[in-house]
């Protein structure tokens, strides 16, 4: 039997891809915010000039780690989400690819009049 709703199924392969590609920024982002965080005081010197208000000790490594696992969390949240539009777009037109042959197995197992 013919599968129809070809577009369909290539959109629910880009959200699966989609979603992937959402771990891997979620993983790149959460490195990079702790590494941000690390480097905080060193780069707003650089950037703004030295000065007794950027050393934070420890603190700005502590505020990276919790930025880190919020972003971390957020962005596998997000990407969840979106693989699982994927998969449900898959499940619906599991639903009416099982609905129609049955549909169309009802039809040919009808006696005739």
Do not use: H, W
């Amino acid at each position: 039997m013919q599968k129809r709703f070809s577009v369909l199924r290539v959109t629910a392969s880009v959200f699966k891809v989609l979603g992937i590609v959402g771990v891997i920024f979620a993983v790149i982002a959460s490195g990079l915010t702790v590494a941000a965080a690390s480097a905080g005081p060193q780069l707003m010197t650089s950037v703004i000039g030295p000065g007794d208000y950027l050393d934070m000790g420890s603190a700005g490594f502590v505020a990276g780690l919790f930025g880190a696992v919020l972003v971390l969390a957020g962005g596998l949240i997000t990407a969840l989400c979106i693989y699982a539009v994927g998969d449900l777009i898959n499940l619906l037109l599991a639903v009416e690819e099982n609905t129609r042959v049955a549909a169309l197995a009802a039809v040919r197992e009808r006696p005739s009049p």
